[in-house]
């Protein structure tokens, strides 16, 4: 049945919030309990749509999940039943492509559905193919699935020719049972790639470089289980940092690792934010009337694309012109039209977009296109006046687990209608 959020504006939001464990940390870590046939027990996993998909993928190829006297999730994949990701499942989340270096590393045979395009650009996966046949896989494309196979993959220096995660997560893991050594040359830098490889590292793999561009893999014969926590996320922990200081609120988010937000805690700065850091905590409070900044999206360290659509509302709302220009995806700009419907003035032409700011965003029926727009339209919501309803409510349950009950203990008056 579908499902909408009703948002009444309007709500300073005051209080302490915690931010949960990060989905692009928690999709990797999954994947990776593929490279052996011990568990491996992940602490602070989020209970998410995305979660649940690749839960069920693994399901499919033969892993196992139980839960811990403590919550933590024991997964063990003690022999494969299948190499196959199915057009089913990837077809609703991009990321089920992780189980394609893994898969081959363990079995030398994978067969995983093309993930196709999305509502924010194409993302292909040409990078991970490259960097997987330098390894010594044979590629091919055979009815919309990617066949590799090799008797066992062989190290080697891959140069990314641009900067992906996924692509740099999925060779990490093709890597570290390769035969002899792999380096990885513009690697992504992002908190996620490290978690990874602190996870396969408590598993026995041998990885230096982690976050910085150059990544180098010493290949073992076999990796064992371990235990390990996921990083929290710093998405959901910058789209609370928004809400706290989009309603003027006074908002301390807890759980969170401020270096992993450091371009976007720069921009609220900008943008007039109050902010007080510690080691493990943000609080923020909004200004009477916020300022204008520019920023571009970029690869960690820089502002990350995932935060744009939310500061685009954040910065709807300033005294002033703002742009904002992406980098990473084309088509990213959607939720721009709905925040129009909002009351704002936002023009878009290509990669950049102009905020023109506005004195208060009016209520209104908008639809979410996807898991970051439908976060911009809630942060909208809650600095209306009057009620709004964000439909295609499943695109924000794909990132956020239980994010209307974090923002009501905050008092803001949101609910979730069926």
């Not at 030398?108 to 997987?132: E, N, S, T």
């Not at 093709?174 to 035969?179: I, K, N, S, T, Y």
């Not at 039209?337 to 909002?342: C, D, F, K, Q, T």
Request: proline residues 5%.
């Amino acid at each position: 049945m579908p499902v909408r959020l009703e948002i009444e504006g309007g709500s300073r939001l005051e209080g302490h919030v915690a931010v949960g464990g990060a989905k692009n940390a928690a999709l990797p870590a999954l994947a990776a309990s593929l490279l052996t046939a011990e568990p491996v027990v992940l602490e602070n996993l989020p209970r998410l749509a995305d979660v649940t998909t690749i839960s069920r993928l693994l399901e499919l190829l033969g892993g196992e999940f139980s839960r811990e006297p403590d919550g933590a999730t024991r997964v063990q994949v003690p022999r494969l039943r299948s190499h196959e990701a199915p057009y089913e499942l990837v077809s609703t989340m991009r990321a089920s492509v992780l189980v394609l270096g893994p898969l081959l590393a363990r079995t030398g045979v994978a067969r995983v559905a093309l993930p196709g395009g999305c509502a924010i650009g194409l993302r292909p996966i040409d990078q991970h193919l490259k960097g997987l046949q330098r390894l010594g896989a044979d590629i091919g494309i055979e009815n919309g699935f990617v066949e590799a196979r090799a008797s066992r993959l062989k190290g080697c220096r891959v140069t990314l020719d641009l900067v992906t995660v996924t692509g740099t997560e999925n060779l990490i893991m093709a890597a570290v049972l390769a035969e002899g050594t792999t380096v990885i040359e513009n690697a992504a830098r992002e908190p996620e790639v490290v978690d990874l490889a602190r996870l396969l590292q408590a598993m026995g793999a041998r990885i230096d470089g982690a976050g910085t561009e150059r990544m180098e893999i010493l290949g073992v014969s076999e990796l064992g289980g371990c235990r390990h926590r996921v990083i929290p996320d710093r998405i959901e922990a910058g789209t609370l940092l928004v809400a706290g200081a989009i309603t003027g609120g006074d908002v301390t988010v807890t759980n969170a690792v401020p270096r992993h937000l450091s371009a976007l805690l720069a921009k609220l700065e900008e943008a007039g934010v109050l902010l007080e850091v510690a080691e493990d905590r943000i609080r923020c409070r909004g200004p009477e009337r916020l300022r204008p900044a520019d920023l571009i999206t970029s690869p960690f360290p820089g502002f990350p694309t995932d935060m744009q659509a939310q500061m685009m509302s954040l910065l709807g709302l300033a005294d002033g012109l703002s742009r904002i220009t992406e980098t990473i995806f084309e088509n990213r700009f959607m939720h721009a039209a709905e925040l129009n419907r909002m009351g704002a003035r936002i023009e878009t032409d290509g990669a950049t977009a102009l905020v023109r700011g506005v004195m208060h965003y009016q209520g209104a029926p908008v639809m979410a296109t996807d898991l970051r727009a439908s976060a911009s339209l809630v942060l909208a919501g809650l600095a209306a006046r009057g009620r709004t309803e964000v439909s295609r409510v499943y695109h924000l349950d794909r990132g956020y687990e239980a994010l209307e009950a974090k923002l009501q203990g905050l008092g803001a008056q949101i609910w979730r209608i069926p």
